[in-house]
């Protein structure tokens, strides 16, 4: 019953994606055995006559370093000698994609993600806005729902992602919710070379020629039939960098971790500002809030995971906290975080859920919380929740068109970048674990 005339009527709706099942990587793990750039101290025990001290070293090593431009280079490690490294060339293996990737901090450190850049695309340089005469950087948090590379070549997804980051003057990026580790290279691509004529309208109207980068983590958790990323956008020709990043290592006493999904972190600079950010997605409660104490059990530890990180960068006291909280921020599961100086800068009555039935929202689940130094010297008191142009008629609404492209909205806050005050000099976020119990605050 569809003929020609039909299917040309459809065609601008339609999106085939081949028989092949998308990505599902499960961490640095191939048929080939493990990648020695992006694996993890556990994953690296998994070889013959790796330790746990040894593994670490090896972390240790390819933060300090770089990537691993081949398996050999395991011989400059203490404890590895060419015997075993021969050992290990059957069952250990460096990727091209990450033996020729390195970080932005000038020594190329490498953090154990996947990274994606832009290696084809001319240097650019733009400026930075400015408010009340400084130079600021404006950082958003947007939960994407189940973003995976084939929601990703839908034309309208891809269209509100790009303009919404484009009319709202984004520099950078902190995204939940990626279901693939390859989803988010298409919206940098976009960014970069615009393919549809709305993104080309907005990239010369709002933004002129950036150049975009993102960083994707390696699975931080399970989300429904699959593992769930986080990631990191960025215009790096705003003189942006991220410097290290990296998931929240499970404890080393249990070797499990405190959140469902394991919080990401990243160090970046703007200018002469560093920070650190750390992207979370809570657990959610439940339909009849069944899950509610494991979400609060979550929040009572985001004291522990400030504390190590400020423990674990001497001196760095400029931490945002951002993402889903599924919980709206005056609950009393806050007040520990509020107690430690943490300050949430999006009110209560600020909804962050849309439906294309619910525009308007009802529900303040996505925050920026700012650590007190930043929020007291640094941040501009501007702030918002993007509502406008989330839907398109292209996006699928179960049965119909014109669906939001999630189910959450971005939330956005604004930092000057023009001094940093603090005397942190560490840079590199591997390594951070939280080990015990709750503590009392």
Request: aromatic share 8%; net charge negative.
């Amino acid at each position: 019953g569809i003929g020609p005339g039909l299917l040309e009527k459809f065609r601008n709706y339609l999106t085939a994606s081949s028989s092949k099942p998308p990505d599902q990587p499960q961490g640095s793990s191939t048929q080939d055995g493990i990648d020695l750039n992006i694996a993890s101290t556990d994953e690296l025990q998994t070889l013959p006559g790796i330790g746990k001290s040894i593994a670490q070293r090896i972390v240790d090593d390819r933060d300090q370093n770089g990537p691993f431009a081949s398996v050999d280079d395991l011989a400059r490690i203490n404890g590895i000698g060419q015997a075993k490294v021969d050992g290990l060339k059957g069952t250990a293996f460096v990727s091209s994609s990450t033996s020729n990737k390195k970080q932005e901090d000038g020594g190329g450190k490498k953090s154990r993600l996947q990274e994606q850049s832009d290696v084809d695309i001319p240097a650019r340089k733009t400026l930075l806005a400015k408010y009340q005469g400084r130079p600021v950087v404006r950082i958003c948090s947007w939960n994407l729902e189940r973003f995976s590379s084939e929601k990703a070549a839908n034309v309208g997804v891809r269209e509100v992602v790009c303009c919404t980051i484009l009319k709202n003057s984004v520099d950078i990026v902190v995204i939940q919710e990626l279901a693939d580790t390859s989803a988010l290279q298409k919206i940098c691509d976009e960014l970069n070379n615009p393919s549809l004529p709305e993104v080309q309208k907005c990239s010369k109207q709002y933004h002129g020629p950036g150049l975009w980068k993102c960083a994707t983590s390696q699975a931080a958790g399970r989300m429904y039939m699959g593992n769930e990323f986080n990631g990191f956008l960025w215009d790096s020709s705003k003189d942006i960098s991220l410097r290290s990043s990296s998931l929240l290592e499970k404890s080393k006493k249990t070797g499990k971790s405190p959140f469902v999904r394991r919080p990401f972190l990243g160090f970046f600079k703007v200018q002469k500002f560093d920070f650190v950010a750390v992207s979370v997605h809570l657990k959610a409660t439940g339909l009849h809030n069944e899950d509610k104490d494991r979400l609060l059990a979550e929040l009572a530890r985001l004291p522990d995971l400030m504390e190590a990180i400020h423990d674990h960068l001497v001196g760095e006291e400029d931490i945002l906290l951002l993402g889903d909280f599924n919980l709206e921020p005056g609950d009393g599961g806050f007040q520990s975080l509020a107690d430690l100086g943490y300050h949430h800068i999006l009110p209560a009555d600020i909804p962050t859920n849309i439906s294309p039935s619910n525009l308007g929202g009802s529900r303040s689940y996505d925050n920026i919380w700012m650590a007190n130094r930043t929020y007291k010297t640094a941040y501009t008191q501007r702030f918002g929740a993007i509502r406008e142009q989330l839907t398109h008629e292209k996006i699928p609404d179960g049965w119909s068109w014109g669906g939001t492209v999630s189910d959450h909205v971005p939330v956005w806050g604004e930092v000057y970048v023009d001094r940093d005050l603090d005397r942190g000099s560490k840079v590199s976020v591997s390594g951070i674990a939280i080990d015990g119990s709750s503590s009392t605050h």
